[in-house]
């Protein structure tokens, strides 16, 4: 394929038989959603029964933005949950290979089958496409910063990835934090590469986003409760922190001795030694007095709670940072796939939703896998082990491609990286490690893998072409050496 460079230092590349191209979409989404097809259902996390409740009753959440549950009612309403999975699974086989053409600069859809193969049996990525939940988005949300801000295009897809960007930042609060660290970092990629008025330019597309989601989700939540915030209930996670660290019971105790907090009757639940991680249990735990107190009087124990954070903070900085940089570092490497896939009680609110609103299929969701609490065992894949040697490899990849001048490389290994670090720095420290937090977006290493291995098998390739041209006797207009892609 013969590949012409344009005046700007972009390669153009032919378009491709355009049938091939949709193809590997198809086949990329069908690899994708392998694990739903073997669990022989969607899979469903304990927080998809909210989400669903937002899709089929359009109830609101008060701990997380309803963006997602309201994004996927249509495809529940009227083609089912499998819709869900199979549209989530096309997404990211698209977004992927946008990705692609964008540093390879060459449209191949056997490269993008390839790649996606790769990424369905080696990574999480398959864990997340058929799972009813946002978590996919976290990685998809980077890919497409990515994209807007160092392959925009047309003005006409700078705004249509503006928008997009928009949605996916809207869908879950840790992507609010995560999105303004990949816009600094991304900024300043373009100032190194452009300039100031580059970097200027570039970054007011993500910008726009970001802020038109953060009020978006703000409205939602001053027309349906009355406050101009994201979220109404996040302070609970916070509180939950403290209690996991065993940094907020001395604090607990010290206010109780002097005040009268509705805080004091979780004391004995929290100072429970049986309980190792007490914070979860205030949160989630059938016996955990956090839900009655919430109940009698809810908008007054809300604001206990984020006035408690806050006196924690104040009271003991220190033992706050030590939970902090610990929960940082565990998060890194906490990244198990297929956590929180397990059976579900027919009392939880998703078991209810699926025989409730979907019960065509409720005799396939209590056969599935999942349901039976054998769906881990297909998490065979040493994907830690994988994600873990292409970080290691990261390095040279970008040493790679800085070398050679490729900046887009340059720019994607970047901020693949700064999404790790940041996504370990935000789930670790504000809801403690979870597997499943880390392991949403590690597959992003095993993408820039499998591209650093292209890119650097072409240049090889390139270079070889050019040592033949160089013993080359023929005269020049006698020889096709395509030029270098």
């Given amino acids: 394929m013969r590949i012409a460079e344009t005046e700007a230092g972009v390669r153009s590349t032919p378009r491709g038989p355009v049938l091939a191209w949709i193809a590997a979409h198809g086949i990329g989404a069908l690899l994708l959603t392998w694990i739903a097809l073997a669990n022989g259902y969607p899979l469903l996390f304990s927080d998809s029964g909210g989400y669903l409740r937002v899709a089929t009753e359009f109830r609101y959440l008060l701990d997380r933005p309803i963006t997602y549950g309201l994004m ?121 590469q452009d300039g100031g008025r580059a970097a200027v330019r570039g970054v007011i597309p993500a910008l726009a986003a970001l802020l038109v989601a953060i009020l978006g989700l703000c409205t939602v939540s001053l027309i349906v409760v009355d406050s101009f915030r994201p979220s109404l209930e996040s302070n609970q996670f916070l509180v939950a922190r403290t209690f996991d660290g065993g940094i907020g019971q001395p604090v607990l105790a010290r206010i109780c001795r002097t005040e009268t ?52 903070l104040h009271d003991d900085p220190g033992g706050t940072l030590r939970i902090a940089v610990l929960g ?12 929180g896939m397990v059976a579900y009680r027919p009392r939880m609110l998703l078991v209810q939703q ?30 830690r082990v994988i994600a873990l040697l292409m970080s290691l490899a990261a390095p040279v990849f970008l040493w790679a491609a800085i070398r050679h001048g490729d900046r887009r490389m340059t720019a994607l290994v970047v901020l693949v990286l700064v999404t790790v670090v940041a996504n370990a720095a935000i789930c670790g420290i504000l809801s403690g490690p979870a597997d499943r937090y880390q392991s949403r977006i590690v597959w992003l290493l095993v993408l820039i893998g499998i591209v650093g291995v292209e890119r650097c098998g072409r240049t090889l390739s390139g270079r070889a072409r050019s040592l033949d041209t160089r013993h080359d006797t023929r005269p020049p207009e006698s020889r096709t050496t395509p030029a270098f892609p």
């Fill in 72 to 192: 996927i009612a249509p495809f529940v309403r009227l083609l089912g949950l499998w819709s869900v999975a199979g549209a989530q699974a096309l997404f990211a086989t698209w977004l992927i290979g946008q990705v692609l053409v964008a540093v390879t600069m060459r449209r191949s859809a056997v490269m993008l089958i390839v790649t996606i193969a790769v990424l369905a049996v080696s990574s999480s990525l398959p864990w997340f496409t058929g799972q009813v939940m946002p978590d996919l988005f976290t990685s998809l949300l980077a890919l497409t910063l990515y994209l807007l801000l160092f392959a925009p295009g047309t003005q006409l897809r700078v705004w249509l990835l503006a928008a997009v960007a928009t949605g996916l930042i809207a869908l879950h609060l840790s992507h609010i934090p995560l999105a303004a660290a990949l816009i600094v970092t991304g900024g300043a990629v373009l100032f190194w």
């Fill in 261 to 312: 907090w509705r805080l004091c009757r979780v004391r004995g639940f929290v100072d429970d030694p049986r309980r190792p991680q007490p914070g979860q249990d205030y949160l989630w735990a059938a016996d955990s007095p956090r839900a009655p107190l919430e109940i009698a009087s809810p908008v007054a124990f809300r604001a206990e709670e984020g006035a408690f954070a806050r006196r924690v």
């Fill in 328 to 339: 940082w570092r565990d998060q890194l490497i906490d990244a198990r796939a297929a956590d």
């Fill in 354 to 383: 699926i025989h409730r609103y979907f019960s065509g299929t409720g005799g396939a969701f209590d056969t599935s896998r999942q349901q039976r609490g054998v769906l881990q065992r297909l998490a065979i894949a040493p994907d």
